[in-house]
């Protein structure tokens, strides 16, 4: 197994970070596809965190080549603020451990400023604010700026003059005031300098790695249910989170993909707006909250918890072409008497068994009860070590879904784990 693909199988924040770091110890390359620094992934090391938000999570593995491919919509402000970060903490390894592609897009300050006007309408889906969506409107608009750009500032002067014709009006529409193009283009000399020469072709460099039998792990950002195709339209974000994402946002055929992974977080969160049919308002929902500290990694806003969605993850299943389920923070239910888990929706056509992505809001969902357990999970290593209930509500995902779990996570570190199968076959 050459290529393999993590995606997230929920709303995002399934622990991607984590699941990425630990497949990357086999890995020769990781490269994120899509989303931009709307993503925040967590790395725990020891007692050190870190989030990545652009820089691939594959970066703490010296000998790894992480790539920013050409899906993604990159904000060069944070991306040095974040390779300063990285070299704060003696993390960057070296000339060539970093590229980024020359075609990806680039989130200017009038991207961020946008998103954050739109927020503050009734028509706010609860975005990041961090200009992903306006910057993948100019991108389907045709007057993005891809980063190749910032190789001559003369031709970036050009595009943000066009981009700015068109956002000016919108801005105001919005009560705002426009940036001009000097005042976007002045910052963005020294930011492009470090920028540039980390520029290259990355879906040439990451076919020939595919080809060449190199590990490849394609870090998915987001999840199938935030896709732009598949997800829970319109609250959803503006890229292809899916499984397929890693093919068009990297240049990589889907012919050339071996295996593909979903994370699974073991209940269920979403920030932001939309429909959450599995939704706890309760106690219960504040202790997964407290226990699972659902707090957004990027925004810090509390996420929503509800529990597991079994519809919702046939679903992911289906688009994603799911060959296993990675499981995560199944210790964060330890101490709850009794799980519920939804296994089907009541809709006005009759009882469904997939979440009907189209009609979530007149879906009510059915739920099963199972046995919780009580015995803290952080210490286990091997399924035989985990409760009976704990196991038989890993059993029972997969059966339900017909996926087998091939890691199932105990705990926010990297040791906190049991491996199932190895993703290059190792
Ligand atoms: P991502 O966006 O999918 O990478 O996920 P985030 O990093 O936004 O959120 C996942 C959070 O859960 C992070 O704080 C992780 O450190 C933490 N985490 C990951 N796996 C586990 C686990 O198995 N148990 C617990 N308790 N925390 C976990
Ligand atoms: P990771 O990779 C969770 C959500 C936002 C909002 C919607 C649109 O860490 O899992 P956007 O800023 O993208 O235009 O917002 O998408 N969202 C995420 N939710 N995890 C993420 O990334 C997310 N990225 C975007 O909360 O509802
Ligand atoms: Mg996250």
Redesign the pocket.
């Known amino acids: 197994m050459s290529a393999v693909v993590i995606v997230?199988a929920q709303?995002?924040?399934?622990g991607?970070g984590k699941i990425v770091d630990i497949f990357t110890e086999h890995a020769d390359l990781v490269v994120r596809y899509g989303?931009g620094p709307?993503?925040?992934?967590t790395l725990v090391v020891g007692d050190q965190k870190l989030v990545v938000r652009l820089i691939p999570s594959g970066i703490l593995r010296e000998g790894t080549r992480c790539v920013l491919a050409q899906g993604m919509a990159i904000d060069p402000a944070s991306l040095v603020g974040e390779l300063d970060e990285l070299g704060r903490r003696g993390l960057l390894h070296g000339a060539g451990s970093l590229v980024v592609s020359d075609r990806a897009h680039a989130i200017l300050p009038y991207h961020v400023l946008v998103?954050g006007l739109r927020e503050q309408t009734p028509q706010a889906?609860?975005?990041?604010?961090?200009g992903?969506?306006p910057c993948y409107e100019d991108k389907a608009g045709r007057r993005g700026i891809p980063l190749g750009a910032l190789r001559d500032m003369k031709r970036t002067e050009e595009l943000v003059g066009r981009a700015l014709a068109h956002w000016g009006p919108v801005v105001r529409a919005l009560g705002g005031t426009a940036p001009s193009v000097r005042e976007v283009v002045e910052p963005l000399r020294p930011i492009a300098e470090r920028i540039v020469p980390l520029l290259a072709d990355t879906a040439k460099l990451v076919e020939r790695a595919v080809r060449d039998g190199k590990r490849v792990l394609f870090e998915g950002?987001?999840?199938t249910l935030?896709d732009i195709d598949h997800g829970t339209y319109p609250?959803?974000?503006?890229s292809h989170a899916t499984s397929g994402g890693a093919c068009t946002g990297s240049g990589v055929g889907p012919s050339r993909i071996d295996w593909v992974v979903g994370l699974v977080k073991a209940y269920l969160t979403r920030?932001?707006?939309?429909p959450f049919p599995t939704e706890l308002l309760d106690a219960t929902g504040e202790r997964l909250r407290q226990r699972g500290v659902e707090f957004?990694?990027?925004t810090g806003r509390p996420r929503r918890t509800g529990w597991l969605d079994l519809p919702a993850l046939r679903y992911a299943v289906r688009v994603n072409g799911l060959d296993g389920l990675a499981i995560t923070k199944l210790d964060v239910l330890t101490g709850l008497p009794e799980l519920r888990i939804c296994v089907a929706y009541d809709t006005p056509h009759g009882r469904v068994d997939e979440l009907p992505i189209d009609d979530v809001a007149s879906a009510r969902p059915v739920y099963e009860t199972m046995p919780g357990w009580t015995e803290e999970l952080g210490a286990v290593r091997a399924m035989k070590d985990l409760p009976e209930a704990a196991c038989r509500y890993v059993e029972r995902i997969e059966r339900e879904v017909g996926t087998p779990a091939v890691l199932v996570s105990v705990g926010s570190r990297r040791d906190e784990t049991i491996v199932l199968k190895q993703p290059f076959g190792g």
């Open positions: 997230g709303w995002g924040d399934e991607k989303g709307n993503a925040g992934h998103d889906l609860g975005t990041t604010r961090r992903v969506g950002a987001q999840g935030l609250f959803v974000t503006s920030v932001g707006g939309g957004g990694s990027v």
